[in-house]
């Protein structure tokens, strides 16, 4: 190896050592930095899955005292951390509380249910919306439905101006309510006795596209 090719090597040795001896010390940090980084990501991701973990035990043993009939279910919905488990939770309450025939109570749960959730916000609403029509207060029904236009929305809409006598909102209601809805559901026979029972009729060409 030639002297010219030694000295190089040398210097470029020097240099690089030089370098460390300046920037060592931030580039240890920078690496210190960024495996404590890594390390609190993974343990929030793990604290995480354990809180949630923990939610769900909670939900399924609220649920499996609802479904047993405990008197202290009520108490244990409200108990439970607000959020998608609490709003569940709740909609099982109610659920099994019309089945025992507290329609009151039922709709005092459902009133008490709160959520961001746009999707169970519609849950909820339709839900409370049926027993208000059977407790004789359709208006009501109507109010807390809005402007809401799924086929599910719709009929419950009709259930309501039925109600209400004005037979030929209903039937407008149920009509729409067929026209959004899957020809392979099994609600469609219903909602199609519905529109009779209401003096309508049933588009089959409709029914058949």
């Avoid at 709740?90 to 005092?108: F, I």
């Avoid at 008490?112 to 208000?132: E, F, T, Y």
């Avoid at 009709?158 to 030929?168: F, P, S, Y």
Wanted: charged share 25%; hydrophobic share 45%.
């Amino acid at each position: 190896m030639a002297l010219d090719d030694i000295l190089d090597e040398h210097e470029q040795s020097e240099r690089v050592q030089d370098w460390l001896r300046r920037n060592g010390a931030g580039l240890v940090g920078g690496v210190l930095l960024g495996l404590a980084a890594i390390g609190g990501w993974q343990w929030w991701e793990r604290d995480q899955d354990a809180r949630q973990s923990a939610a769900a035990d909670r939900y399924q043993a609220v649920v499996n005292g609802i479904e047993a009939g405990e008197a202290a279910a009520a108490g244990q919905v409200a108990a439970l951390e607000p959020g998608t488990f609490q709003v569940l939770a709740a909609l099982q309450l109610a659920a099994a509380q019309v089945e025992a025939g507290e329609s009151e109570a039922a709709v005092t749960t459902l009133r008490g249910i709160r959520s961001d959730n746009p999707a169970l916000q519609d849950v909820v609403a339709r839900r409370l919306a049926r027993l208000l029509i059977d407790a004789g207060e359709p208006t009501q029904a109507l109010e807390l439905l809005g402007t809401a236009d799924s086929p599910a929305a719709l009929e419950i809409r009709g259930d309501a101006q039925l109600a209400l006598g004005k037979a030929e909102l209903a039937r407008e209601a149920y009509t729409q309510a067929l026209a959004g809805m899957d020809v392979a559901s099994p609600q469609r026979g219903i909602l199609e006795l519905k529109l009779t029972d209401a003096g309508g009729s049933v588009d089959r060409t409709e029914a058949q596209s």
